[in-house]
């Protein structure tokens, strides 16, 4: 009766799902009466959509208005028993939905591990009232029904595609389903699979002293089993313990061991011993952590009060260190201690970054506590780290930019180390987003506090803090007895005039070379282009081979001895003789990586060289291969492309060459001073650590250039003086916000007029915003779509943009409406990097 008395008093509640469909809202269901007490936003619930379709979605909310349009359908089925996501955390997608101006669906596709994620199989089964003789059924439409397997179950698209061996089978399976030869329905699956280990116990009834003996007797002729049952008794002291027995051995420990599988299995027949599987973790999580104190120089113990002190009084704090000062003492200390009041904390860094060097460290000081989240990581591991983070077990992670998407319920500090670094932003696909942006919005929503780290910080967040809107703390002295490094310009057309130049190398640069493999000194040289020159020509008529798909000449990639297009993965070989003219006198142009690579071994012949770039560090520890051989010395020269500027510590690099410092400052974007002041600046930093100081040999044709100047001299308020002052001129960040809007078409003179269109309207609309454009970008096709471009620059102190991007969506609307320009697609990019 009671139970009755309760369903009474039940409220009908709907719930609002997102739906992982590409219609911009939410969708209303009913909750049925059984789950009202269990249903939490952020679970995970399968609803039906539509007819067939059965897909999985995200409450994000309940409440008790039915809808109006539409009957609503009851949930079928809750798939967590707690929330996939936390409320401050659905917070956080909403915001980075509406300032990227993408969906929510974006957001939550680039959010949740695909583990997590809403997946569905099609599925087939026959009609058991169909009647094939009267029926009229094509050859094919026969050869699916009379599949001996799917008699017996019901398969999958997939499954029927590769039993018949054909690559497309939908329109076939649509007819049969039209004819109601057979029933297509959608199976959910949950993608996530926990790691297992199967292990080995002895079974109930032997698990005692008496037990044991009477077996023992029994396989005195067996010796072999006598063995397994021996070894097992050696690790597992049940006789001591019996509670040991229930856990048990893993059953590959024990076959290393006892070796034999058949007598194993034969025990195991017997009912002596049992088989058993457990869920283990993906990582070792059981190592204890260090409770060693930090030592701090004077310098850093000053840096770390003031920063407490800047703690009070901002939400954001950047800490400006050069290179060698030992920021990452004073982050492991604010760590402990924000972990201690019983926070969680994140630390970003750069994708690249994330070496063993710096996670082996932190995970030697936080052991179990701290969780690592990297995009090499299979999926299944990501899954982990989430429900780790979501469950409490991990309290700290050390993650890449997609970290921001992770269920944090309680942060207390971020920090974001190389904050200048632009692998922070997103490209493709959206959300377009920057991840130390988001995580200062982050840090707004838990109320915690934001450090951003660098050596050489971005000037938007410079000018934050000389605005006094972020706390700013500087360190200025390397730690310990190390000094910065030496920098030498190499003049290049000096020595290209006196001819002491070596394909392009300077003289002086391989004869410091020279100097430092004498020394038995190691050498790293950054080039940033990778392959092996970056085009190739005809001498006699100028051809130069171009992608099919792209506006791009294409790299000539000696190791797959292939011309390839960096934009589209396109390839071809590389031709003997010119297409245009015949002449075979076809070169190469310019340095990639694996010329420089090649060039280095004729020079120093009796050296190792290693290279890093894309191409060698593809694999899941490719890269940590590369930086322990060089730690170890294994390596003498490690060439490299940005990736070797990274936050990597060797104690023996005494040179570091820059070997095309014009073509990063003169590279056609309003930021490529800042980056060639980084990132010169910044794999400078890798030379002479320690005592001894370092060299870097910067090749140059205008040594003269002022940022080559504030580098030399390590005067990054002069650079930074002169770059706010060339941004306010020219009306850029931080003095204006940017949203760039690319057009993208198959046919050239659509997407331009469609530009042209688009353009026109919002400069009706749009007040006090400089539009730029339309033109083309640099590149200015890519996989066969041409591109367009419109920039806009919208001042300062505009307050919100909400509205803004609202128009930018009504336009875009508009332009739509046109029939002729139905399938252009537009790509917005706010705050572009
Ligand atoms: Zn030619
Ligand atoms: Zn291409």
């Known amino acids: 009766m009671e139970i009755f008395d309760q369903d009474q008093s039940r409220s009908t509640l709907f719930a609002e799902l997102l739906l992982p469909v590409p219609i911009p809202k939410y969708f209303t269901y009913r909750i049925p009466h059984a789950l009202n007490e269990h249903l939490q936003i952020g679970q995970r619930a399968i609803v039906q959509f539509g007819d067939r379709k059965i897909l999985t979605g995200l409450i994000v909310n309940i409440h008790e208005q039915s809808p109006k349009e539409y009957e609503a359908k009851y949930i079928l089925e809750i798939l967590d028993t707690y929330p996939s996501i936390t409320p401050i955390q659905f917070k956080l997608f909403i915001w980075i939905a509406e300032y990227y101006a993408c969906t929510l669906g974006e957001v939550m596709n680039a959010a949740l591990p695909v583990g997590l994620r809403l997946s569905s199989e099609s599925m087939v ?7 094939l003789e009267e029926s009229t059924l094509s050859f094919s439409e026969k050869e699916i029904i009379l599949l001996k397997r799917l008699e017996q179950d019901t398969l999958s698209y997939s499954d029927i595609a590769k039993l018949l061996d054909v690559r497309s089978i939908y329109s076939i399976l649509k007819s049969l389903s039209s004819k109601e030869a057979i029933l297509l329905f959608e199976e959910v699956k949950e993608k996530y699979k926990p790691k297992t280990e199967r292990r080995i116990r002895l079974t109930k009834d032997y698990v005692s002293h008496e037990a044991l003996e009477e077996v023992f007797k029994t396989l005195e002729s067996k010796p072999k089993q006598e063995d397994v049952l021996l070894k097992y008794l050696q690790h597992v002291p049940v006789l001591k313990d019996k509670a040991t027995n229930a856990k048990g051995i893993s059953k590959k420990q024990l076959l290393d061991e006892a070796a034999s599988e058949s007598s194993l299995n034969t025990l195991i027949k017997h009912n002596i011993l049992e088989e058993f599987e457990v869920i283990v973790p993906r990582f070792g999580f059981d190592e204890d952590a260090e409770t060693l104190p930090i030592l701090l120089s004077e310098d850093q113990e000053r840096a770390q009060a003031e920063i407490f002190k800047s703690f009070d ?34 630390y970003l860094l750069p994708e690249i970054a994330l070496t063993t060097q710096i996670v082996q460290r932190l995970k030697k000081i936080f052991g179990s506590s701290m969780g690592i989240y990297h995009s090499k990581f299979s999926d299944n591991e990501r899954v982990e780290v989430w429900n780790g983070v979501l469950t409490g077990k991990v309290k700290f992670i050390v993650g890449v930019r997609s970290s921001v998407f992770l269920p944090f319920d309680n942060l207390s500090l971020i920090i974001v180390d190389e904050e200048h670094d632009p692998s922070y932003k997103q490209h493709e696909p959206a959300p377009r987003y920057n991840a130390r942006d988001t995580a200062i919005m982050m840090a707004q929503l838990h109320h915690a506090k934001v450090l951003l780290g660098s050596a050489t910080p971005s000037v938007e967040s410079y000018y934050q803090a000389l605005q006094n809107r972020y706390g700013l703390v500087s360190l200025t002295k390397r730690f310990g007895e190390a000094k910065l490094p030496e920098i030498i310009l190499a003049d290049m057309r000096s020595e290209r005039r006196n001819k002491t130049i070596k394909g392009e190398f300077s003289s002086l640069l391989l004869r410091h070379i020279h100097e430092a493999l004498d020394k038995k000194e190691q050498v790293i040289i950054f080039q940033n282009r990778r392959g092996y020159s970056p085009m190739i020509n005809c001498e006699d008529c100028g051809w130069v081979p171009k992608c099919v798909n792209c506006a791009v000449s294409l790299t000539y990639h000696q190791f797959k001895n292939a011309l390839v297009c960096h934009y589209c993965g396109y390839k071809e070989s590389l031709p003997r003789q010119c297409p245009t003219c015949t002449s075979s006198r076809i070169k190469t142009v310019g340095y990639g990586t694996e010329k420089l690579e090649e060039e280095l071994n004729l020079y120093f012949p009796e050296t190792i060289i290693q290279r890093m770039d894309l191409e060698t560090t593809r694999s899941k520890t490719g890269y940590e291969t590369i930086i322990d051989q060089f730690e170890k010395g294994e390596t003498n020269i490690l060439v490299g492309t940005q990736m070797v500027t990274k936050g990597l510590d060797f104690d023996h690099v005494s040179l570091v060459g820059v070997f095309n410092a014009d073509r990063m400052m003169h590279f056609p974007d309003f930021r490529s001073h800042e980056r060639a002041y980084q990132l010169i600046t910044q794999v400078s930093g890798r030379a002479g650590r320690r005592e001894k100081a370092g060299k870097v040999v910067v090749q140059t044709s205008s040594p003269d250039h002022p940022i080559l100047l504030f580098i030399l001299n390590n005067r990054y308020d002069e650079f930074y003086k002169k770059e706010i002052q060339d941004r306010h001129q020219h009306a850029y960040p931080p003095f204006t916000r940017l949203i760039d809007i690319t057009i993208k078409h198959t046919d050239k003179k ?29 590149i200015s096709k890519i996989r066969n779509q041409f591109l367009m471009s419109i920039l806009l620059k919208i001042p300062r102190g505009r307050g919100e943009l909400t509205q803004l991007k609202h128009t930018i969506f009504e336009c875009i609307e508009q332009v739509l409406k046109d029939k002729a320009f139905k399938s252009i697609r537009f790509v917005i990019d706010v705050d572009p990097v």
């Open 125 to 131: 089964q026959l009609n058991p009232s169909f009647n």
């Open 313 to 346: 009084e901002h939400a954001v704090t950047l800490l400006h260190g050069i290179t060698g000062s030992g920021k990452t003492e004073i982050y492991i200390n604010l760590i402990r201690k924000a972990l201690d009041s019983g926070g969680q904390v994140l």
């Open 750 to 778: 659509t997407c331009r007029d469609a530009a042209h269109e688009l353009a026109e309207l919002l400069q009706a609309q749009l007040t006090g915003v400089k539009l730029l454009g339309p033109g083309e970008p640099m």
